[in-house]
């Protein structure tokens, strides 16, 4: 399928493309397929663009990941297709490292993953093996496994497209979890310390804009953006926003 | 996948499955996968129920379809996937045809959806061939090309997941176009002369049932419930529900 920019909706459909291609490779599931369709319906109802409420948790989150001693970059497929290279470009500026973690998971659909994601700049991808595994107890998926030097020993975990299980586990074990997630009303959006209800793929190049420029910064400035934003409340703002969208169709 | 019927989401998973089972013989399309996902947000907005306007909008239907001289049912991929025997119950209640119109059209799929559509009742399906087959214009997709003894004929289209601009055509050529579609707010549900907001998969049942006690009506009884109904307020309805249910989570 080749997509027309003229087409209104273009973005989206290049979107599509990345998954689509993504499920070639093996990258992507089906089941990736319908979770992005969703997304796409809050992406629609929020105006498919990023919110002052975005921004706002986007330079939150910025702190929060230069703040951290032992920052974590958790993605899934989707995540990969979507925005594999910002990751990475993200990994170098944080000092971190990214691992690959999955809900629909198979040692070979990893394997393809983590190799993917090698070839933006393999040092920072951490390569799952039997040694280095761990679980986390109560998550009732295969998202249960992480790797020792990578979730597991983490303090703060950025994560889009999170599972609310997940999300409420890592948060009640302490870590500061920061999601992407462009449902406002998910059990990931309200149990995350910072939610960036954003699309991906345009979340991420504002996110490492901003950490560029908080890099120069003192620990004290960032310590007070962090402490002066307000993840339920900017969540309401996400609410108030849908409204008003579904309004102006009246 | 297995499906655990203690899952929170599990109608919602089996319908998936559905899909993905569709995927498999040709019948649905990863486009398919993507337009449903879009379709599950709205529904989680709604309440995953047949809300009282959706009900409001089957009885119209109901209706509606009765009193058609020559109603048609225009289906694609995922309908047949979803619904495809009620589609046929509803052929033969209603003294009908369903036809096959794709906007990933190959004609592979056509045959095949023609194909898996007779196993319920091949008298009720009308076989695409290069014979009976035209163009209704100013429809940019192949969801342009219908068949003469059926949408081309038909004063009243019954078509679930229907697309904007050629629900727009339709209605500007005079046919009636009863629409099944999650998303209140789009151009279909918008231009249609009937939207039925609900799921597919619980509507199909409710407008059999509902076609089968109004059968044995007067057409003044008919015509009344059809006077009454008014596609524009029932839509408001469906609009202040999912402003509730954004609101309940505040």
Known sequence: MRVNPSH???????????????????????AGLLAHGRGETFDYLLGEKTNHFAIKAIKAAAACLLLAKTPIISING??????????????????????????????KRVKLIENYLSKFDRKFILQSTYKNRTFIPNIQSPRSIVLNNGIKKA???????????????????????IAVDLNPLSRTARNAYITIVDNLTRAMPVLIEEISYLKSKKPYYMNKLLDKYDNKKNLNSAYDKMIQNIKQVL
């Open 78 to 107: 989707n995540s990969a297709a979507l925005a594999g290279k910002e990751f990475v470009t993200l990994a170098k500026l944080i000092n971190s490292k990214v691992e690959v973690n999955l809900f629909h998971r198979s040692e």
């Open 8 to 30: 209104p909706r273009y973005a989206s459909l290049v979107i599509r493309e990345k998954l689509v291609d993504g499920l070639k490779k093996g990258i992507t599931s089906q």
């Open 155 to 177: 303090d703060t975990v950025f994560v889009p497209l999170e599972d609310g299980d997940r999300c409420e586990v890592l948060s009640k074990l302490g870590k500061k979890v």
